[in-house]
C-alpha cells in the first residue's frame, strides 16, 4: 500500500474537517444501520483528532466502544474511468467504513493506513457518504492489550499501558484517484561502497498488461542520476550523497508505467542513500559508529490528543535540534507518516516500534493495580494475539520499510520476557520481522522484571534496548545506591556483547518545583539524576545510546502515581523547558 499522493498521473482529496460525529454507548448503531442514512443525533468532531478532550464532557472523555463518524464529499468530476480509493492514516484501535449503504473495509490496529477501492461506489461528480465506527475497546487478543470489566458502576475498561487511550481517527483521510492499470508498492533498499550507492528497487502493479515499468533517480536539484527499467533491479549512484544523521539529504525515485510511449501511472519515492549494521558492541550507520541521543516521546498534545498537527511537529524537531538530540523512540506505536517523512528531511534516527505495549501482567498489577492475570494463557495473550501481534509487525515493516530514518525495529515494550511462555510467544516474531525486512535490525524494550540472566527473549534481539528507572522506582532518592546498582546490571548486559542503548530512563518532575537538598519531583532531582545516569553510561562501552524518558510530559490514565499525567518530561506538555532540558544541551550540545 502506497501513501496518497499527486503526482502526474494521480490525485487525491483531503477529508479532513468537522464530520458528524456520535457515540454509541449501548453498541446498537449497527444493527441499527446508522450508516444508511444521515447520522441522527449528531454533533461535529474534527477530523483528525483523539475526541476526548475536545469537549468538555467528561462521560465523552470515558467513553468505552463504539464511536460513529460520517462525512460527505464530491467526488471529482475529472476522475471519470479512474480507479478510486478512500484511505485512512489510523482509527484507533478498529474501524469499520461504508460508503453509502455498503460496507468497503474494516480494519484491526490503532495506528497502521488501510484503504477501500470504491470505484464501482463513487460516481466522479457527484456525492457520496462515508460512515466510519472507530471502536476502541482493548482485549487480550488486540494490541495493545486491555480488559473489560464489569463494576457495581458499569464496564470499564482498564488497559495496561502508561498514556491516555486516545482514541479516534487521528490521522488524514484521503480519496485519492490511479489510473486503473497502477503501481501498487515500492521496495528500496540501499547500500554504500565507498564514493557510491546502490539503490536496489521493486516494484508491485496491478492491471499492467502491456505496460512496462521505469525508474529515474533525481538528485536534490531534479538532476537526473541513474535510471532503470523492469519491476526490479539495481540503480548505481555514483559520487553519492548519503543520507547521514543529521544530514537528511533525499533524492527522488520517480516509478512510472509506460504503455505505448504513453504515461500511465507515476509514483516518487524519496530516497536516503545509506546503510545500517551491528557490529559487534556497536551500531553503525554508514559504516560509522552511531550513539543515539534523545528521548522516548508520545503524539500527545492538549485538546487534540493523539491528533496530527503540523506546527506541533516542527515544534518538536526545532527542541530536538536545540537540545541537541539526534533520534528518538516511535513509543509506543507507530507515528503519524508526516512525522517520518520530516525525520527524513531533518536527518533525525528512529527507532520504530509497534503498539505491543503493555503485554506484562507482573507490572499491570505492580503499577496499575489490575491484578490476578496470567500473561500469557489460553485465556489472555494467547495464539490469536500472537497473531495480530504479527500483523502488526508486518503492517508497520510494510508503512515504513522505505524511510531512511528508521534505523532499528522494535517489537515490542516492556513485555513479560522472564518466562518460558515469553521465549516460545516471541521466537517466531522476530522471524516476522526479520523476513518482513532483511535490512535492519531487531529488537525489542526489555523491563527490569526481566533483568538479565532472566530474560527469555533478549537472545534473540539484534540490540539490547533497556528501560531502567535506578534512582526513582528503585532506590528512590539515592543516587548513590542507585549508581552503583545500576553499573553493576549494565556490565551484565555488556558481557554479552552486544550494542545497549537505554531507551528509557527519567524522574517524574513537576515544573517549578525546587528543592535545596534536590528531593525527588524537584526539578533539582531530575538534573542530578540525568547526571548519575550518565556518569554510568559513560563508563560502559557497550552503552551506544541515550534516550531519556520523556521528551514531553503526556497525559494518562487518572491515579495516585500521576499529577495530571507522567511528568518525566524534560518539557512540559506545552512543550516550555525544565532544567533538565538546559543539562541535556549542555551534555548533547557542549553548551548552554
Known sequence: MLRPQDSAARERKSLNGLWAFRLDAAGQGRSAGWFRSDLVGSREMAVPASFNDVVADGSLRNHVGDIWYQTRARVPR???????????????????????????????????????????????????RVTV??????????????????????????????????????RN??????????????????????????????????????????????????????????????LQVADVHAWAPGDGYLYDLEVTLIR??????????????????????????????????????????????KGHNDAYLVHDFELLKWVGANSFRTSHYPYAEDVLDYADRQGIVLIDETAAVGLNMGLAGGVFGVQGYQTFSRDTINDVTQKVHADAIRELISRD????????????????????AAEDYFRPLFDVARQADPTRPVGFVNVMLAPHGKCRVAQFGDVVMLNRYYGWY??????????????????????????????????????????????????????AYLDMNHRVFDRIDA?????????????TTS??????????????????????????????????
Open 78 to 128: 475529472g476522475w471519470d474511468g479512474e480507479r478510486m480509493v478512500l484511505h485512512f492514516e489510523s482509527a484507533t484501535h478498529r474501524a469499520t467504513v461504508w460508503v453509502g449503504d455498503v460496507e468497503v473495509v474494516g480494519h484491526e490496529g490503532g495506528y497502521t493506513p488501510f484503504e477501500a477501492d470504491i470505484t464501482q461506489h463513487a460516481i466522479a461528480g457527484q456525492e457520496l
Open 133 to 170: 465506527v472507530v471502536n476502541n475497546t482493548l482485549s487480550f487478543q488486540s494490541i495493545p492489550p486491555g480488559v473489560i470489566e464489569d463494576t457495581a458502576v458499569g464496564r470499564r475498561q482498564h488497559y495496561f499501558h502508561d498514556f491516555f487511550n486516545y482514541s479516534g481517527i487521528h
Open 173 to 234: 483521510v484521503w480519496l485519492y484517484a490511479t489510473p486503473r492499470a497502477y503501481i501498487d508498492d515500492i521496495t528500496v533498499h540501499t547500500g554504500l561502497d565507498g564514493s557510491s550507492g546502490t539503490v536496489s528497487y521493486s516494484v508491485v502493479t496491478e492491471g499492467t498488461d502491456g505496460h512496462r515499468v521505469q525508474v529515474l533517480l533525481r538528485d536534490r536539484e531534479g538532476r537526473e542520476v541513474a535510471s532503470g527499467s523492469g519491476g526490479a533491479g539495481t
Open 260 to 305: 505505448e510511449g504513453q504515461l500511465g501511472d507515476s509514483y516518487h519515492q524519496s530516497v536516503g542513500v545509506r546503510s545500517v549494521a551491528v557490529q559487534g558492541t556497536q551500531f553503525l550507520i554508514n559504516g560509522e559508529p552511531f550513539y543515539f541521543k534523545g528521548f522516548g516521546k508520545h503524539e500527545d498534545i492538549g485538546v487534540i490528543g
Open 401 to 420: 520499510k522505505n524511510h531512511p530514518s528508521v534505523v532499528l525495529w522494535s517489537i515490542a515494550n516492556e513485555p513479560e520476557s522472564d518466562t518460558e
Open 474 to 527: 528503585v532506590d528512590t532518592g539515592d543516587l548513590d545506591a542507585a549508581e552503583i546498582s545500576w553499573q553493576s546490571e549494565l556490565e551484565a548486559w555488556a558481557s554479552d556483547g552486544k550494542p545497549i542503548i537505554i531507551t528509557e530512563y527519567g524522574a517524574d518532575t513537576y515544573p517549578g518545583l525546587h528543592s535545596i537538598n534536590g528531593d525527588p519531583w524537584s526539578e533539582e532531582y531530575q538534573v
Open 543 to 555: 552503552v551506544v545510546g541515550e534516550q531519556v524518558w520523556n521528551f514531553a510530559d503526556f497525559a
Open 559 to 592: 491515579g495516585t502515581m500521576r499529577v495530571g499525567g507522567n511528568r518525566k518530561g524534560v518539557f512540559t506538555r506545552d512543550r516550555q523547558p525544565k532544567a533538565a532540558a538546559h543539562a541535556l544541551r549542555l551534555r548533547w550540545r557542549g553548551h548552554d
